[in-house]
């Protein structure tokens, strides 16, 4: 082993950290206190208003009237189409309706289809014909607004190029009372979590280029130097036992 090389073993990390525990702790609660402040104060806040809808072709409706069931293929059918509702909902033909309610309805014009197409987001819900239809803006009541309107112009839009099925809503629209972005809670965690591995990183990088030599350090372990004698300071002032000096 390299003798200039200074090893620390676990239990040594231990103490040292132990030792400085107080800029460890407060070192943690200043990254958690600023976390905090900037996703409470300087992050732009974000609000997601979601509609549920329900695809359903002809084939199905057809089985559901006649026998009171739905086959396996029926709603095969239905999961196919719930796939192109990904991307019909985000199209320019639904888009330039959405941008019409919102200039009749809320006066609002100041928006472009392709504004409107980064708010939505379209997920199909595994292993179903369900849509899941999330509008993000920085205004709760925009966000409501343009849901609300995709909502009322997604049969239209889809029976428009699919002949067959219907959309249904399942869940409405409404105006979202908090913020979905950003997460306040997991980012002051977060904030937490780096103040202390921070802490303890800068403790143990001091302590591995710090060269000297403290009491209790086992020189013949660390640097390959025997230990003559100690030789103990009476004259030294410190609480809790003396200072020592190492000649080799």
Same mark, same amino acid.
């Given at each position: ?39 409470? !104060? ?23 009237? #006649?026998?009171?069931? &739905? #086959? ?16 019909? !909902? ?58 609300? #309107? ?13 002949? #067959? ?9 409404? &105006? ?19 103040? !202390? ?11 591995? &280029? ?21 030789? &103990?300071? !009476? ?14």
């Amino acid at each position: 082993m390299d003798k200039d090389v200074k090893t620390i073993d676990l239990k040594n990390i231990y103490q040292m950290l132990l030792k400085h525990i107080k800029f460890i702790i407060i070192l943690t609660l200043v990254c958690g206190v600023l976390a905090y402040i900037i996703s409470a !104060f300087f992050i732009t806040k974000e609000y997601t208003s979601s509609v549920m809808l329900y695809v359903q072709s002809n084939e199905e409706i057809s089985s559901d009237t #006649s026998s009171g069931s &739905v #086959s396996y293929s029926d709603l095969q059918t239905s999961e196919k189409l719930a796939s192109t509702c990904q991307t019909l !909902f985000t199209s320019k033909k639904m888009t330039s309706l959405i941008l019409e309610d919102l200039a009749e309805d809320y006066n609002v014009t100041q928006y472009s289809d392709a504004s409107v197409q980064s708010w939505i987001t379209v997920t199909a819900v595994e292993d179903t014909s369900i849509l899941e239809v999330s509008v993000t803006t920085t205004d709760p009541d925009l966000s409501a607004a343009v849901a609300q #309107s995709l909502d009322l112009n997604a049969h239209e839009v889809y029976s428009s190029i699919v002949e #067959s099925g219907v959309v249904k809503e399942v869940v409405q629209a409404e &105006v979202p009372t908090s913020h979905s972005y950003p997460n306040i809670p997991r980012n002051t965690l977060l904030g937490l979590v780096v103040g !202390f591995v921070l802490g303890c990183a800068i403790i143990i990088i001091l302590e591995m &280029v710090d060269n000297k030599i403290k009491p209790n350090d086992d020189l013949l372990a660390m640097y390959g130097i025997p230990m003559f004698a100690e030789i &103990v300071d !009476f004259d030294a002032n410190i609480k809790g036992g003396y200072n020592y000096e190492y000649k080799n």
